[in-house]
């Protein structure tokens, strides 16, 4: 592929952590985030993981993660263990993560979901609304992208 330099230029796979793409990423973020939003952009992005445990036992019933970033909290997973479902653990860890959410200013909460699965329907009944629905997404299905403001 010939370069605008002169020469060629190569294009490769780089491992995940490799330290010269994290020194270029650190060295030109800022001042590419500043030409997509037209505006200094602070990213301070965060990861945030739940466990719902059940006091007796020490058993993990279920757990939810989530990242947090340009103040948006973007929803990843929530698992509930088969046997402790429709017992509100779910509910506790998504309004933890809102609150959590919340602490950092964010103003929603977004996930994407398998389009008219349980999920969704979970989702809708704590107060997410369908924002959109990706048609063949992610392995070819339809996705639902669900929004629920904060503040």
């Known amino acids: 592929m010939p ?39 602070v990213w301070h992005e965060q990861a945030h993981e739940l466990a719902a445990i059940e006091p007796s036992s020490q058993r993990i019933l279920g757990a939810a993660k989530a990242r947090i970033a340009a103040s948006l909290a973007h929803l990843e997973m929530v698992v509930v263990a088969p046997d ?7 509910r506790a860890l998504l309004e933890r993560l809102e609150e959590i959410a919340n602490y950092y200013n964010c103003h929603k909460v977004t996930a994407q979901v398998l389009a008219a699965g349980s999920a969704q329907a979970f989702l809708e009944a704590c107060g997410y609304k369908l924002e959109a629905t990706l048609p063949q997404h992610t392995f070819k299905l339809d996705v639902a992208v669900l929004r629920k403001f904060l503040l």
């Open 84 to 90: 402790a479902r429709r017992r509100g653990v779910g």
């Open 3 to 41: 370069a605008e330099a002169g020469g060629e230029l190569e294009i490769r796979s780089v491992a995940a952590g490799d330290e010269g793409l994290r020194a270029f990423w650190r060295a030109t973020e800022r001042e590419a985030l500043h030409a997509l939003w037209d505006f200094t952009v």
